[in-house]
C-alpha cells in the first residue's frame, strides 16, 4: 500500500496522527494539508506533519490520490461541496467523522449519489486532547476503524481504505452505517453526553467550590471525557441525534428505575443492577 | 500520637490500609482485627495486617484505646449493638462510613444518645478493589478524610482520630454530618449510580456483545466505579438516599434538559453545557 499523494482536510488529532503513522511507515508520497486556519496549517507545516498546505480546497485536492477529511461532522457539507468539482477521476475520498448516516446523507446531497471512490470511516481512538499538537504516530495502534462501505463503493476503494488503516496500526471492521451509529451512540456518545451533564449539575449547585474539593480520584476518571472538545460533541449531537436520543431515554428509564428502588428501599432490585453490571465490566476488561 | 490497643472491626481494603499504615509510622502497639469472616481474618494475620483476631466483637473490644468500625454502611448498627456494653470507658469509638447521618442515628439508636467519645469519620479513599489483599499503607496519603463531631464529642476523642488519619498521611477537615452527605451524593454516590446504571443498559442491549466490543478508551475510564463492590454501594445508596435522591432528580432534570435541546437542534443551548462542563473540568484538573 502506498499512497502518491495524500490530502488531508482538517489536520488536527486524527489528521495529524494518521499523516504521521504513514509517513512513518513510508507508506506516503506528499501529505498535503488543507483548512480554513492558516495558522494551524503552518503549526502541522512546522510540526513535520504534512509537507505543504493549501486553504484554497479545489487547489488542495488537484493531484490527491486519497483525500482525508477530517473536519468536525457540521463542516462536513461544506467540504464535500467545496471539493466535489474538483477531486480527480481516481482519487479515493474518505472521513473520519464519529457518525456515519449524516456524512453519507450530505455526500449524497452533494454529489447526487455517494461516488464509488467514496469510503466513509470513523477511527475509534481519540483523547480529549485536540488539535495538530497532539498528534502521534501510534495512536491508531491496536484500535478499531470501522469502515461502512455503501452499495455504490468499490471494492478497490474499499480495499485501498482499509490497507491505509492497517499500515496505521489499526484493526479495520466493516459494519452497517445504522449499525455503527446505534453502535457508536451506546458506547461513545452516551458515555460523553453523561459525563459533560454530571460535570455541569455539580458545576451549577451553590457550592460548587466545595463540591469540586471532595471529588475524589474515580470521579478524575469518570469526567476526564467532559475536557473534550464541545464544539466536536455539539456536532456529533446533532449528527446522530436519533439514535443518541434513544440511547439517552432507554438509559433515563433504566436511571429513574433504580432511583424508584432506592427510594423505595428495594434492596434486591438495586444490588440486581450492581451485580449485573459489574459483571458485565469485569468481563470486559481485567482492570 | 500512639494508640496502645486498635481494634479494627471490618479488616478490608481500609481497615487494612490503616493498619499498614499505622504500623509502618509505630503509631500502634497492638491491632486486634474482628469480624465476622474468619478466613478473611486469619488472611489479614497472614499477611500481618494485623497481630491477632477475635471473631466475638465483645471480647475483640476489651481493652482497645481505639475502636475503628470497618463494615458496610448496612453492618454499622448490628456491629454497634454488639459492643455498646463492652467497650471501656476511654476507649475512643470511630468508623469510616460513606454516609454519616445513618451512621450517626444507629449510634444514637443503640448507646440513645451518642457517647462523648464517638467520632464519626470517612477517609475519601479507596479504590474499585476491595478485600484486605487490596490493602497497602500509603492508600490515605494526599487523600482528605472528613470527620463530622456531634455537639456530645469530647475534643480529646476527636484529636486523637484526628492525629490518627493525619499520621496515615491523610489530610483531616471536619464537615457538619448533613453536608458531608450531600457533598458525597454529588461527587460520589451519584457517579457510582450513573456508572452501574450506564454499563447495565448496555449490557441488557440485544446486542451487548458487540457493543462491548466497540467501547472504546473513554469507556473504560468511565464505567471502571462501576467494578467496586455492589453489597457496599447498595448499603450506600440505602444509607444516604435522601441526598442521593436529590442529586439523581436534578441530574435526570438536566439530563432531560439537554436532550430536548439535541431533539430541537438548539446548538447554542448544547453549546453552552458542554462548555460551562469543559470550563468546570479543567479548571478543577490539569490532567
Known amino acids: 500500500m502506498f499512497i502518491q499523494r495524500l490530502c488531508i482536510i482538517g489536520v488536527g488529532l486524527i489528521g495529524g496522527s494518521l499523516a504521521r503513522a504513514l509517513r512513518q511507515a513510508k507508506a506516503v508520497g506528499e501529505i498535503v494539508g488543507a483548512g480554513r486556519r492558516e495558522a494551524r496549517l503552518r503549526k502541522a507545516l512546522e510540526l513535520g506533519v504534512i509537507d ?32 466535489a468539482d474538483y477531486l480527480p477521476a481516481q482519487c479515493v475520498l474518505t472521513d473520519v467523522g464519529s457518525a456515519k448516516a449524516s456524512v453519507v446523507s ?41 469502515l461502512t462501505p455503501l452499495l455504490e463503493t468499490a471494492a478497490g476503494a474499499h480495499d485501498l481504505i482499509r490497507e491505509m488503516w492497517a499500515t496505521a496500526g489499526a484493526e479495520v471492521v466493516d459494519m452497517e452505517v445504522r449499525h455503527h451509529d446505534e453502535v457508536l451512540a451506546a ?10 451533564t454530571l460535570v455541569d449539575t455539580l458545576a451549577r449547585l451553590d457550592d460548587r467550590a466545595e463540591i469540586f ?21 455539539h456536532d456529533i449531537c446533532l449528527a446522530n441525534r436519533g439514535p443518541l436520543l434513544e ?21 434486591d432490585a438495586i444490588m440486581a443492577v450492581f451485580q449485573r453490571a459489574k459483571h458485565a465490566r469485569d468481563s470486559l476488561y481485567l482492570d
Open 247 to 267: 440511547m439517552i431515554e432507554q438509559f433515563s428509564r433504566d436511571l429513574a428505575g433504580l432511583a424508584e428502588a432506592i427510594g423505595r428501599g428495594e434492596g
Open 106 to 146: 450530505e455526500v449524497e446531497r452533494v454529489f447526487g449519489r455517494a461516488p464509488a471512490n467514496f469510503v466513509p470511516g470513523h477511527p475509534i481512538a481519540g483523547t480529549e486532547q485536540s488539535g495538530v499538537e497532539a498528534s502521534f504516530a501510534e495512536l491508531f495502534q491496536h484500535r478499531r476503524v470501522i
Open 187 to 196: 458506547t461513545s456518545h452516551l458515555p460523553h453526553i453523561l459525563a459533560y
Open 213 to 233: 474539593r471532595y471529588a475524589a480520584g474515580g470521579f478524575r476518571d469518570f469526567t476526564r471525557i467532559a475536557s473534550s472538545d464541545p464544539q466536536m460533541w
Open 52 to 83: 505543504r498546505y493549501e486553504t484554497a480546497l479545489p487547489i488542495a485536492v488537484a493531484d490527491a490520490d486519497v483525500v482525508l477529511v477530517a473536519v468536525p461532522l457540521g463542516a462536513m457539507g461544506e467540504v464535500f461541496a467545496a471539493i
